[in-house]
């Protein structure tokens, strides 16, 4: 039901039980905030957003006041825009003076309103903390001094993620955000899925970044580098170069990475099809069987490091397939290596990904040959760009060039795990193949795509029908798998993206992460599948001779002792 408000001597028509917020944003008319996320719910922590309300004596926290009819409201009076100034110079007088060394320099949200309000001289001088800086977690690096407290990291943390490693702790002007026990990341019940990161308006949360390690690699002659991208960073990196949100820069990509150094540049998303296609054969074992069902995905890092802390039982249940981009590493040290007669101790790869949990994932000790790590090093997307434009490179006037053998052939299936649901559509194009002994009529599964965190489809092949799902946020994750273990639901398949709508939405990803522009990645992964030719994993040419070069074919010997990996609960202060 519409209402009529008047704003700043105008009336607008706006939705009855809205907030103030919600209605002005609604008509175009901007209020800062620091601490409100849509989708989330309102604290009026930073008092940001505070306007003036006939009738009120105070003002009014326009994040959590619903709007009332015939409301008349001052977004932007001499009180309002004094009240947030005074805020923002409360909030700097702590604040530490180092913006030219912060990673968030250019794009914090503190030093923006600082700016919009005019904020040039310290009027209140505040007592500076002396935090000191948690660099123990490989994925996340945090800094208390520079947290304002805004709440934004907590809720991402209770409300998406569903894991609540970080809370207010204390009182007054001793209040801080902090892990149980105010422990080190390291040694928390954190998942390392970089939600936090992304939500964070400040410097407090950022990358644990490795360019110094991966500078000397570079600089070493006897020393090949690799690199390898997953299927999202191409339609992720446009924003950080002015291009159209989703745009593909796959070709730009490889031509920026080898003028940077690097020797070879590959695609994740061929090794994707072969992830594919193990957890297919894997699929097909139990389903005929009738054993360890539902098969549930393990190809989401931080969904695994939840299920190693949280819930262990369900251990057995994950695909024991190591992820698209281990699989990458493994085989370049492996088989590359013996191709280009290279020692695989003079091999650094490099894994640019979305996902910040990579970060820790290639640290585990299943995932090192000999002590030595199928990858070396990680860089995030945001990661990526900043290294482009370290390196002088004007992308905007880069060619597109083909990446480099033999990871070079690509299917649709493999570009499909960028996104929520892609990955169950992927598996059961392979999975009908292999039980009907033909391909699907229709590729396309429309019930695994749209906007739904939830998912369901059911196929039906000649040895029955196969009833999947695909969930993606961490806490909707949660819930489902409850009602599974209740037996109100039930499937032979669950795919679990801890970040909403996939890999493209990660914690690697621009900040800010815009709606509009999470959903024209997602478009561009459609439309990639749809214009495709070669549509299956289990039709890449590559992953065929991989098979019958070096690996003899999945669930054989070879290809269990290369491809597959075990997981193991892991114990955590919470």
């Not at 339609?235 to 159209?244: D, I, N, P, R, T």
């Not at 820069?249 to 490889?254: D, E, F, M």
């Amino acid at each position: 039901m519409m209402i009529k408000i008047e704003v700043n001597n105008r009336t607008f028509s706006v939705n009855r039980g809205d907030t103030i917020l919600a209605a002005l944003r609604n008509n175009g008319i901007q209020v800062p905030t620091l601490c409100s996320m849509s989708d989330l719910s309102p604290t009026g922590a930073c008092r940001m957003c505070v306007v003036e309300v006939e009738g009120f004596e105070s003002l009014v926290p326009a994040c959590s006041f619903r709007v009332e009819e015939w409301m008349k409201i001052k977004t932007h009076s001499a009180r309002v825009l004094q009240a947030r100034k005074t805020n923002v110079e409360l909030l700097l007088s702590s604040h530490p003076d180092d913006c030219l060394y912060c990673e968030r320099n250019g794009n914090c949200e503190l030093q923006k309103l600082a700016e919009d309000l005019h904020v040039r001289n310290r009027n209140i001088q505040g007592h500076k903390s002396s935090f000191k800086i948690d660099t123990s977690s490989p994925a996340i690096i945090r800094d208390p001094g520079k947290c304002i407290l805004c709440g934004r990291c907590v809720r991402v943390c209770e409300e998406i993620a569903g894991v609540s490693t970080i809370d207010f702790e204390r009182r007054g002007d001793r209040l801080m955000i902090a892990t149980a026990m105010a422990e080190p990341l390291h040694f928390s019940s954190c998942i390392e899925c970089g939600m936090c990161v992304v939500s964070c308006p400040t410097g407090a949360l950022t990358d644990h970044a490795q360019f110094q390690e991966l500078a000397d690699s570079l600089d070493q002659v006897e020393t090949t580098v690799t690199a390898q991208y997953t299927p999202e960073v191409p339609v992720s990196l446009a924003e950080e170069f002015g291009f159209k949100p989703g745009t593909d820069l796959k070709g730009i990509i490889n031509n920026a990475l080898r003028r940077i150094g690097f020797d070879y540049v590959f695609e994740t998303a061929c090794c994707g099809d072969m992830y594919i296609v193990e957890q297919a054969s894997e699929f097909i074992s139990r389903f005929m069987k009738k054993e360890n069902l539902p098969l549930i995905s393990s190809r989401c890092t931080a969904w695994v490091n939840y299920v190693e802390t949280f819930q262990p039982a369900l251990i057995s249940h994950l695909t024991p397939v190591r992820s698209p981009h281990q699989l990458t590493g493994k085989l370049i040290n492996t088989w590359f290596a013996q191709m280009k007669k290279i020692p695989a101790n003079r091999i650094h790869n490099v894994l640019i990904t979305n996902c910040i949990a990579s970060k820790g994932e290639v640290n585990r000790r299943e995932y090192a040959m000999n002590n030595s790590p199928d990858i070396d090093f990680v860089l995030t997307t945001r990661e990526l760009a900043r290294l482009i434009k370290l390196n002088g490179i004007d992308i905007q006037s880069l060619e597109a060039e083909p990446s480099d053998g033999p990871f070079h052939a690509v299917s649709s299936a493999g570009k499909l795990l960028a996104i929520a649901g892609g990955e169950t559509e992927a598996t059961l194009r392979t999975v009908y193949h292999e039980i009907a002994k033909k391909e699907m009529q229709e590729s396309r599964q429309a019930k695994l795509r749209g906007n739904k965190s939830v998912r369901e489809e059911m196929i039906s092949t000649p040895k029955g029908d196969i009833s999947v799902v695909a969930v993606s946020g961490l806490k909707n994750a949660i819930k489902l798998l409850e009602e599974v273990k209740d037996g109100k639901r039930t499937y032979d398949f669950i795919e679990v993206m801890v970040c909403p709508d996939g890999c493209v939405n990660g914690g690697g990803q621009s900040i800010p992460a815009r709606e509009q522009s999470i959903k024209a990645r997602v478009k561009t992964i459609n439309e990639l599948d749809k214009n495709e030719a070669i549509k299956a994993a289990h039709k890449n040419t590559a992953v065929a001779k991989i098979y019958q070069e070096f690996a003899r074919g999945p669930r054989t010997d070879e290809s269990k002792e290369l491809f597959l990996t075990r997981f193991e609960a892991r114990k955590v202060l919470r």
